[in-house]
């Protein structure tokens, strides 16, 4: 009775507790499993169907475990027969290396496919036009530059609904990561490199951003924020800017390049010209004094 | 002039590298004094010349393995302490709030707990449990290299003490325990925290690299004469792949380290930003280094726990042939997936999907071993004892962090997970469970064979369900915030993102964690009251392989008369059979006690010291001292000496008085 109570008790305990941390989950923003793009969204996706197909092998697993603990423990009364000299057999041997051997086989089928069809240097529709922003990662934020609309910006990624933006991304600092996990998965920013990526919102809203390769005592700081607009307020936001905004001079960068952490977002007009490329460039030649950065 | 002087003496060492903040300070007092209260109890109680001639000059496996596990525990408990601070700050590290330490402290705390953990704890208990079972297992009087085992040992010890050193004098490297380049290049850490990781890691790689060969040689010419390859128990086996895998991946590791101390002391430009360096040759080369590690790790664990299983289900291991084929097939797989830690490097997607699909078919023999452990309890008679218990942990928690491997090894989904939390729990439900349980395992299991009584039975269960509630409340919630977007060696978060909670709740696992490893401890001493309620004999789980057959301790050359091995399990049968042992003794060889083992790992650490603070007198003495002390060691012709057969029948009959009489 004592026993049975107290195991109910247990029980009570570990439900309350699940509930409990249930309800907290349901209340807060978990951006992986609540995708607002279309490439967070198919990445989502894949990810339950891989879950999916594991637990299929995985949980037969543990039942058979459980199983065969209870059945077999030298206390348990209704015992199975003991066979000590049982060590093998070549048919049962035969599928367990059969039955991994067909999940991973289907498991490897669906990553090749889902490895060229989410190509981060993929265009989401290579139909349609894309929003070119250039990507820097700097001691400690991170420097957008819009080279068509002629302005940057400062920790905050500007960019309108539905749009494919095809980012172009370096570093003037050490190795950083790309991550607005609610829109795409991320990338590695490279000094004296580019890599690329696409990346699409369905909703309007602010979508936390962040580096997730330690770069540096301000790695906790590079936090940014993806904002995804309409249209229109896109277009009067970049004329705001343009319009309003310090130069981006090589000066004004060099200011800027100076290591600094939790930067509040700012604005730039007319970044220097081919500024990204310079940025590159300064890691590409044998010296940095020749060159203009 | 002096003070050109005084930097020819000490490199760029002065006075006010010496710890600047309370923690710091604190950690490098207790650091200080615990050598210190050993050298006062030591000289008190007059025990040097025994300290020196039992254990620091020793040449038997069995003192050097009790040795190494004795350095991985302290090691642990340094690791334990990182964890501490690591989950203090990120509980209280939130919005206005700045935590405990600064972000430059936490990773260095972040990057110590990974490198200490790894080349330091999971090594230590690796190399440990295999230097005192292995020659055990296969019938061996010895290791291959008796000196050299030494000498790997003492390297190992070396770098330990270098990366503690760290504490005290100067800083560690704030890169993440891998320092990737150009982070760790001098442009952006000008401190010497990187060069004690770099030289601390090489003198230890290189102890691990000797005593990989050192293995192998031994389990392939050491096994007594009837012990086939395939006669050899499953421990045996795994260490062997596992060796395997430290030859060949070891000296990456030593290689690509060299290049990056090139880059930070000569100035030249490997792996820098800029130059011509390329940063991506690094994280390459480390990584192929980096996954075999991983299996170096987790294969002898899975041998521990192919022995633990028969033993306790009381039957034979199912599937033998399987296990060996599995083992190999990882070995070989384990180095063909290492940019599956890259993905997100921007590689095409034809490379990307090739190691996404690598990296998932090791679940194929991983899975086949799994299927042969239980079907080695199915029909057995399973005694439920904690190493068993510790087994159905791995089992439960290896499996859920190897679905969240196989998840990630999708480069789409990586790119999604990758630096965040999701992989932080991924890798320590494999490392906790593959490695750590498993030694927790072989300890309690072997335990008896060594000591002569048994661990508290009762106080390790304690120890088990702390630990195993402990772990999965610090990780679990691991798993949601990766999927909350939160990345590792954040020193620092905002409050609006949520995270708060979880990292609370992950701190409370650490707390059962530590009650655990108080409970182990208690184990341990309670143990040793009651050692003589607890008595072992020889063979206290009614065991299957050689090692039970010894007496309790065994004597320093093990096997009085070489076991005779018709079979797998050949002691489990002997016993059914009844067999007892009347040949005659014969002479046997053992090698001397020697310090130089000793003196050049001395010599390696001034190296190791000399290049961290550039004092180029002190890394040419270091230098010099281990050439010479090699050169010497090699001259000399008389390391071992002979007992005679009457002395080894006298000690054999000493150590089993009962059996004598039959």
Redesign the interface.
């Known amino acids: 009775m004592n026993k049975a109570k107290k195991r109910l008790g247990l029980a009570i305990f570990i439900i309350a507790f699940l509930v409990a941390w249930g309800v907290?989950?349901s209340?807060?923003?978990?951006?992986?499993?609540q995708p607002k793009g279309p490439v967070?969204d198919?990445?989502?996706r894949?990810?339950l169907l891989?879950?999916g197909l594991?637990?299929a092998?995985?949980i037969p697993?543990?039942i058979?475990?459980a199983y065969?603990?209870w059945r077999?423990?030298?206390?348990n009364p209704r015992?199975?027969?003991?066979?000590?000299?049982?060590?093998?057999?070549r048919w049962?041997?035969g599928t367990?290396?059969a039955?991994?051997?067909i999940?991973?086989a289907i498991?490897?089928i669906?990553?090749?496919n889902?490895?060229?069809?989410?190509?981060?240097?993929k265009p989401l529709d290579p139909k349609r036009p894309a929003l070119t922003i250039q990507v820097v990662s700097m001691d400690w934020k991170w420097l957008f530059i819009y080279p068509k609309q002629h302005i940057a910006s400062v920790n905050l990624v500007e960019f309108p609904l539905h749009e494919q933006i095809h980012f172009y991304l370096t570093?003037d600092?050490?190795?950083n990561?790309f991550?607005v996990?609610?829109l795409?998965?991320?990338?590695?920013t490279?000094?004296?490199?580019q890599?690329?990526l696409y990346m699409a919102a369905d909703i309007t809203g602010n979508f936390?951003g962040?580096?997730?390769?330690?770069?540096?005592?301000?790695?906790?700081?590079m936090?940014f924020t993806a904002k995804s607009v309409s249209s229109r307020e896109f277009n009067s936001w970049v004329d705001k800017v343009r319009m309003y905004s310090p130069k981006l001079s090589i000066l004004a960068y060099r200011q800027l390049e100076r290591p600094s952490s939790y930067v509040p977002p700012h604005y730039y007009s007319y970044p220097a010209k081919n500024l990204f490329g310079l940025i590159i460039d300064?890691?590409?030649?044998?010296s940095?004094h020749g060159v203009v950065i | 002039m002096i003070s050109t002087f005084a930097s020819f003496l000490l490199g760029k060492l002065s006075l006010n590298q010496l710890p600047n903040n309370p923690i710091t300070a604190g950690g490098a007092i207790i650091l200080v004094l615990i050598p210190l209260a050993a050298v006062i109890f030591i000289s008190v109680t007059r025990r040097w010349k025994w300290l020196y001639r039992e254990w620091l000059t020793t040449q038997d496996p069995k003192k050097i393995g009790k040795m190494y596990i004795i350095v991985a525990v302290l090691m642990g408990l340094r690791g334990l302490s990182d964890v501490i601070l690591i989950r203090l700050q990120q509980a209280l590290s939130v919005g206005h709030a700045h935590g405990i330490i600064s972000?430059?402290m936490f990773?260095q705390v972040v990057s110590a707990h990974g490198t200490i953990m790894i080349f330091f704890v999971a090594m230590g208990l690796m190399f440990g449990v295999i230097n005192m079972i292995v020659p055990l297992q296969i019938g061996a009087r010895d290791v291959a290299f008796p000196f050299l085992n030494a000498t790997s040992f003492w390297l190992f010890v070396a770098g330990m003490v270098l990366i503690n050193v760290s504490l005290v004098i100067g800083d560690f490297a704030?890169?993440?325990w891998l320092a990737?380049?150009?982070?760790s290049e001098l442009k952006?850490s000008p401190t010497v925290g990187v060069d004690y990781w770099i030289w601390s890691l090489e003198i230890a790689g290189v102890g691990s690299l000797l005593a990989g060969v050192n293995f192998i040689v031994t389990i392939l010419k050491k096994r007594v004469k009837g012990m086939k390859m395939m006669l050899m128990p499953l421990f045996s086996w795994s260490v062997l792949g596992s060796m395997f895998l430290v030859v060949f991946a070891f000296p990456i590791l030593t290689v690509t380290l060299t290049l990056l101390a090139f880059d930070r002391t000569f100035g030249m430009h490997f792996f820098t930003?800029?130059?011509?360096g390329n940063?991506?040759m690094y994280v390459n080369l480390i990584w192929a280094w980096g996954h075999p590690e991983v299996y170096i790790l987790v294969l002898p664990a899975f041998g521990v726990y192919s022995e633990v299983v028969a033993t306790y289900?009381?039957?034979?291991?199912?599937?033998?042939?399987?296990m060996v084929w599995a083992i190999w097939a990882i070995v070989i797989l384990s180095f063909i997936v290492w940019l599956h830690h890259?993905f997100?490097?921007?590689a095409?997607?034809d490379v990307?999907?090739f190691f996404?699909?690598m990296t998932?078919?090791i679940?194929?023999p991983?899975?086949?071993k799994?299927?042969?452990w239980?079907?080695?309890?199915?029909?057995?008679?399973?005694?439920?004892k904690t190493p068993v218990l510790w087994f159905?942990a791995f089992?439960?928690v290896f499996?859920?962090g190897g679905?969240a491997g196989?998840?990630m090894?999708?480069?789409?989904?990586?790119?999604?997970?990758?630096?965040?939390l999701f992989l932080i729990a991924h890798f320590h439900m494999m490392i906790v469970s593959g490695v750590l349980f498993g030694y927790f395992a072989a300890i309690t299991y072997w335990f008896p064979k060594f000591f002569g009584f048994k661990l508290n039975e009762r106080l390790g269960r304690y120890a088990f369900w702390s630990w195993l509630i402990g772990f999965l409340l610090a990780f679990v919630p691991l798993y949601?915030l990766?999927?909350?977007?939160a990345?590792?060696?954040?020193?620092?978060?905002?409050a609006s993102?949520?995270w708060q909670?979880l990292f609370i709740a992950a701190g409370v696992g650490v707390v059962f964690i530590i009650c655990g490893v108080v409970l182990q401890f208690m184990q341990l001493g309670v143990s040793i009251w009651q050692r003589n309620s607890n008595r072992a004999g020889r063979d206290p789980w009614d065991g299957r392989t050689l090692e039970w057959s010894l007496p309790t301790p065994p004597p320093s050359f093990n096997f009085a008369r070489l076991p005779i091995v018709t079979k797998r399990d050949s002691f489990w049968y002997d016993k059914q059979a009844q067999f007892t042992d009347s040949r005659p003794y014969e002479p046997i060889t053992i090698p001397k006690n020697s310090p130089l083992s000793m003196v050049i790992a001395c010599g390696a650490f001034f190296l190791g010291f000399a290049f961290v603070w550039h004092i180029w007198w002190l890394a040419v003495v270091g230098l010099l001292v281990v050439i010479v002390t090699i050169i010497w060691r090699s001259m000399d012709e008389h390391t071992e000496y002979e007992l005679d057969a009457d002395e080894v029948m006298r000690i054999d009959r000493a150590l089993t008085p009962k059996e004598a009489g039959l």
Request: hydrophobic residues 50%; proline residues 6%.
């Open positions: 907290y989950l209340r807060v923003s978990i951006p992986v499993l967070a198919k990445e989502f894949l990810l891989i879950f594991l637990c092998v995985a697993v543990f058979l475990l065969t603990l077999y423990r030298e206390d015992r199975g027969s003991y066979v000590p000299e049982w060590a093998h057999s049962l041997e367990w290396w039955i991994p051997a999940l991973i498991v490897s669906i990553t090749w889902a490895t060229y069809a989410l190509n981060p240097y570093s600092a050490p190795m990561s991550w996990p609610q795409a998965g991320q990338i590695y490279m000094a004296g490199m890599t690329q936390v962040r580096s997730a390769n330690i770069s540096g005592v301000g790695f906790a700081s936090q300064k890691y590409m030649l044998p940095a | 972000a430059s990773q704030a890169t993440g990737y380049p150009p982070l952006y930003a800029g130059h011509g940063m991506m289900a009381r039957k034979k291991l199912f599937g033998y042939t399987s890259f997100t490097m921007g095409g997607s990307n999907a996404g699909i998932m078919i679940a194929v991983t899975g086949v799994l299927f042969n239980l079907f080695t309890l199915y029909r057995g008679k399973i005694n439920m159905i089992v439960v499996t859920i679905m196989v998840i090894a999708v480069p789409p989904l990586d790119f999604q997970l990758h630096n965040s949601i990766g999927f909350m977007g990345t590792r060696r954040l020193d620092h978060y905002s993102l949520g909670p």
